[in-house]
């Protein structure tokens, strides 16, 4: 059975500092999908990224990065220079190439302190 | 304009009734889907939908049925509504094709409908 864990379930920094969330996964397939999403406060839902298993670079999106290394199932994600509306809970996700099977880890809340 | 909207925002209803929500998206993408998000925060994709294709979460109740009229709207259908229902539904749209996809494919959410079953 598909798994993700997120071990932090609670993060606070002080603003301009980085940060980087884990996330681990268990899958028994090849090829697979990742996910990151994002949900401040006011409740709703943000897709950061998508990431297949077959492409194993790493992903930079202004202060977002992502580090995806298959030998460990990890998909951790960095915020450089954390800024206050950065604090959200962040969920991890994994999915076959089907879409089936797609379960989500069960979130790290990130509090970021001026 | 809003790209994924949602109605009605808040729903609050008696156990046994049928109810429906609805989503509409103006993006012009082919894949639509219906996230579950309990009073836990526990996320949980229900199904995703394009023209061609509906994929099921098997652990999704059969109460439970997405009906798309049109390729902008997937509505849920729920039937004979029990207490574990109430949760906040997300819908969401992104531009999916067929064939392989890129690294990243956008889903863009909308605000969700706060279901509260008496």
């Known amino acids: 059975a598909q798994k993700v864990t997120q071990a932090q379930t609670e993060i606070s920094v002080v603003e301009k500092e980085d940060v980087t969330l884990d996330c681990v996964y268990e899958t028994r397939d090849t090829t697979y999908y990742l996910f990151w999403y994002k949900q401040p406060p006011s409740g709703e839902l943000v897709f950061l990224i998508r990431r297949n298993s077959f492409d194993e670079q790493n992903e930079i999106s202004g202060r977002y990065s992502w580090n995806f290394q298959k030998s460990t199932s990890s998909f951790n994600f960095t915020i450089t220079a954390s800024q206050v509306v950065d604090s959200a809970v962040y969920f991890c996700?994994?999915?076959?190439?089907?879409?089936?099977?797609?379960?989500f880890g069960p979130g790290t809340r990130l509090s970021v302190l001026p | 304009d809003t790209a994924v909207s949602q109605t009605p925002k808040y729903l609050v209803t008696q156990m046994g009734n049928d109810k429906s929500i609805k989503c509409e998206q103006n993006l012009g993408h082919d894949t639509m889907y219906w996230y579950k998000q309990d009073s836990k925060k526990f996320l949980k994709i229900m199904f995703s939908?394009?023209?061609?294709?509906?994929?099921i979460n098997e652990t999704v109740p059969n109460r439970f049925s997405p009906k798309s009229p049109d390729k902008a709207h997937l509505n849920l259908h729920i039937n004979s509504l029990e207490l574990g229902d109430s949760a906040v539904y997300f819908c969401?749209?992104?531009?999916?094709?067929?064939?392989?996809?890129?690294?990243?494919?956008?889903?863009?959410f909308g605000p969700g409908t706060r279901l509260t079953v008496l």
């Open positions: 996700a994994l999915s076959d190439v089907y879409g089936q099977n797609f379960v």
């Open positions: 969401a749209s992104s531009q999916d094709r067929a064939e392989w996809r890129p690294s990243t494919d956008t889903q863009y």
């Open positions: 939908y394009n023209n061609k294709e509906l994929i």
